[in-house]
């Protein structure tokens, strides 16, 4: 039976070695001042990629109409998380980790983020259906039975 902790090691450092020896793939002997400049460049550049491609996600969803501004907010707020994830992942890659773990904590976070995220958006689309709908015959009829009360 394989023991848990050989599991973990397994999928975080990628390592077939059954044996709990304590390699792993991160040997810090391979990394050279190369690979630690390239990983620095990743990082230093991901912050102006993630700000301008933030913006531009956010003027694109402030062209779609009724979409309230927090929401808008909140698209910028993602993409640029997301950049940064990546810069870190890619950064990680330079010196030599890999990042077999990242795809599956960012599996996690989707799927209970889709779970969170779910009854929030049904109310949206319910509102947004109740905005752009034609106003039906019989609110029509009350509103002349009103006026002509008066």
């Keep these: 039976m394989v023991r848990f902790n050989t599991l973990i090691s397994a999928i975080l450092f990628q390592s077939s070695d059954s044996s709990s020896s304590g390699s792993n793939a991160v040997d810090p002997s391979q990394v050279t001042g190369w690979d630690v400049v390239a990983a620095a460049a990743v990082v230093a550049l991901a912050y102006p990629v993630a700000v301008i491609l933030g913006r531009l996600a956010m003027m694109a969803a402030r062209r779609l109409p009724n979409v309230p501004e927090s929401l808008i907010q909140d698209i910028g707020r993602l993409v640029r998380w997301s950049i940064y994830l990546i810069a870190f992942a890619v950064a990680m ?8 773990w990242l795809s599956i904590v960012v599996i996690v976070i989707l799927i209970l983020g889709l779970l969170m995220v779910k009854p ?15 106003h039906s015959q019989s609110a029509t009829r009350s509103r002349r039975m009103t006026t002509a009360a008066r």
């Design 93 to 100: 890659t330079f010196l030599g980790v890999t990042v077999g």
């Design 120 to 134: 929030m958006v049904e109310n949206i689309a319910a509102g947004l259906l109740m905005t752009l709908r034609p």
